[in-house]
């Protein structure tokens, strides 16, 4: 499986499972996002959009389509293994979840893609287009295959997924709104239509807002399976798996008669021990585990390679230290969507006044806790936040002189995305001094369309060059309450 990452790096994020239950994180399919330049800074609303990952050709292929340049695709023979270059497939603006199809009884392969309004004044309407069978260009210029606008009651149709299944060209796809909508099924003789359509997945009475673009699965026992996620403000994306059958007129029926299911038995496969990709890391040697992105694309310098552990995140100058918005190393992972506490150790090895670095709930409001060098060189624990559509943080607490520049932060995670914030003067797990809560309760907003994240960062405001000292992160723990 893989997802959508946004204007972050690595991206593509690839994740494997057995059962379509227990899932861990294997890698990444980008190192950077392309083109390099565009994402040299952050880009929260660009990037990688509604990938799609298929086998053909003993290869896996990956199309996706960014909002801002147009179609690209990457491939490998093995998921683990180095992936292709980038490869731009069809250039423009609003070009958005494509979807490829090798055609089994034709030898034929298409493309089928949406549109972001927001980029091409474009929008609701799925188009098609011939491709190369190596995957490598567009052989047409397209044509409108589906046009919503001529469907009562639906809008917004986007994230198309695009079978051959018992004679019908069907494509899977969600309209009426990411938070709000439902997902379709549209199928045709002919792969340039007419395409009939019916709702095949809704909320119903149950909790699950959307359901959004998803896939569908079949297991080697020929038991159909629907993947879908779930819209949840700060938590994100949630994602769903579905039973899904097929009804005596042919079509697809998710979940419980078209409603999502929150309980049911699981795939008829090999039995899998519990797993999910990870969280926690005690930055071996230096380096950081697969859960972590920037903000951007990485550049030379921002982490020290060191022999012994930890995370030593060089103090990079900036023009935006007011702003963790705008700065590009910032490491990111996704936060939790349970009630939890976020853990790390924290060292403040730097001169420069004004140089600080701390743990960050980012969003389109965030707020950090952390140290920073004042300018008479003491060392204090900072608290600051930054509310929706302001440029410049407020410090949410008064700051607190840390001798040593040495601390242990915790954000205890709440229901509803609330943080509270913690620290103890100590670097160490279980510090005897215990921790004491600093400042109010934050509530967590989502970033766009991908809601909230954690965050480590170290910075430092412009200067005349040369290093800035780093901060050193230790021992990061996510923990569930006993």
Known sequence: MTASSFGRAPGLPLLHSRDLVNWTLVGHALDRLPPEAAYASPRHDGGVWAPS???????FWIFWGDPDHGIWQTNS??????????????????????????????????????????????????????????????????????????????????????YRHDGWFWILAPAGGVATGWQGALRSRHFL????????????????????????????????????????????????LQPMRWDEDGWPVLGDA???????????????????PAVDDDFPGGRFGRQWQWTANPRDGW????????????????????????????????????????????????????????LVVLGDAYSWIGLCREADGTVRLTHRFTPPHADRERDAAPPLAVPGGRVRLRIELLRGARCRFW?????????????????????ATPWRWVG??????????????????????????ISSPS
């Open 193 to 240: 239509g007419p395409y009939e359509e019916r709702v095949v997945l809704e909320q119903g009475d149950t909790d699950v807002n959307g359901p959004h673009q998803g896939g569908w699965v079949r297991t080697p026992g020929g038991e159909d399976w629907f993947v879908h996620f779930q819209q949840c403000g700060a938590y994100g994306r949630l994602v769903h």
């Open 452 to 477: 909230a994240l954690l965050g480590l960062f170290a910075a430092a405001p412009p200067g005349a060059g040369g290093p800035a000292g780093t901060g050193t992160f230790t021992s990061f723990r």
């Open 423 to 443: 620290y103890a003067v100590d670097d160490r797990p279980g510090s005897p001094g215990g921790f004491a809560p600093v400042g109010r309760v934050f509530a």
């Open 53 to 59: 990952l298929r086998h053909h050709d003993d290869r």
């Open 77 to 162: 023979p093995s998921v683990r293994g180095r992936w292709s270059a980038p490869q731009l497939v069809k250039a423009g603006r609003g070009l958005i979840d494509p979807c490829p199809l090798w055609d089994e009884e034709t030898g034929a392969a298409h493309l089928v893609h949406g549109w972001a309004r927001s980029r091409s004044g474009i929008g609701n309407r799925l188009t098609g287009h011939r491709m190369s069978p190596d995957g490598s260009a567009l052989l047409d210029e397209g044509r409108t295959i589906v046009d919503a606008d001529t469907i009562p009651g639906w809008f917004t149709l986007e994230g198309p997924k695009l």
């Open 303 to 358: 982490a020290s390679q060191h022999g012994g552990d930890g995370l030593r995140l060089n103090c990079g100058r900036t023009e935006g230290i007011d702003d963790l918005r705008t700065v590009p190393h910032v490491l990111t992972q996704r936060l939790p969507a349970r009630p939890c506490t976020v853990e790390v150790g924290l060292w403040l090895d730097s001169e420069e006044p004004g140089a600080r670095a701390g």
């Open 258 to 276: 078209g409603s999502p299911v929150l309980v049911h038995a699981k795939p008829a496969l090999p039995p899998q021990p519990r797993s999910a």
